[in-house]
């Protein structure tokens, strides 16, 4: 039997509250920094959300990793750079080299390439006769890790203004529905007793 426990909990956008205000890829940014300022206007550096508010028509809303359970992106990497850790789909950027397979087998376009900060190292250093430049920016793969560091749970979750973000507990909505259906066929059979 499936252990709902083991299920990973993930972001959802309600697509009727969001407004594209984009705040929520601040917050991400944001609580990713290492360094953040006290005012958002007052960066000197350019914001690395780990989610992207996407315009379809008239809706509006943020594409995240989904956690996925079998997730392709940690499959198809070689280097073992994306795995799951407590439920959550995480990388471990020390181990990425920037292949992008990743970003190729996710279905929700959830990852992207950001560039390393300033005195990162290279995961496989070269010898001084290389042709690789010393100061040439290196990226490698971000996605949405659920704020895990952050007591607070997602950035994007508490600060959004339209409360359209919810974090969805996979193990908890599956008992809930199955509740609701129990509660469901219980009423329909006192209605057929009466």
Not at 98 to 123: H, K, Q, S, T, Y
Request: include cysteine.
């Amino acid at each position: 039997m499936l252990n709902l426990d083991s299920l990973t909990s993930f972001v959802l956008a309600d697509t009727g509250k969001c407004v594209g205000c984009r705040t929520c890829e601040i917050a991400c940014a944001l609580a990713h920094m290492t360094d953040p300022p006290d005012v958002a206007g007052e960066m000197q550096v350019q914001l690395t959300p780990r989610l992207f508010v996407m315009v379809a028509g008239e809706v509006t809303a943020p594409v995240m990793c989904r956690h996925c359970e079998d997730a392709p992106c940690a499959n198809v990497c070689k280097m073992s750079a994306i795995s799951r850790v407590n439920g959550r789909v995480l990388v471990n950027t020390e181990r990425c080299v920037g292949c992008r397979l990743c970003l190729m087998a996710c279905p929700f376009g959830a990852v992207e390439f950001a560039p390393l900060e300033c005195d990162a190292e290279p995961i496989h250093p070269t010898t001084a006769e290389s042709t690789v430049e010393k100061n040439k920016t290196m990226y490698r793969a971000n996605k949405c890790d659920l704020c895990n560091d952050r007591e607070d749970g997602p950035a994007c979750i508490t600060n959004c203004p339209e409360n359209a973000l919810v974090l969805v507990n996979a193990a908890a909505a599956t008992r809930r529905r199955r509740n609701e259906a129990a509660l469901d066929l219980l009423a329909e059979q006192n209605a057929v007793w009466v």
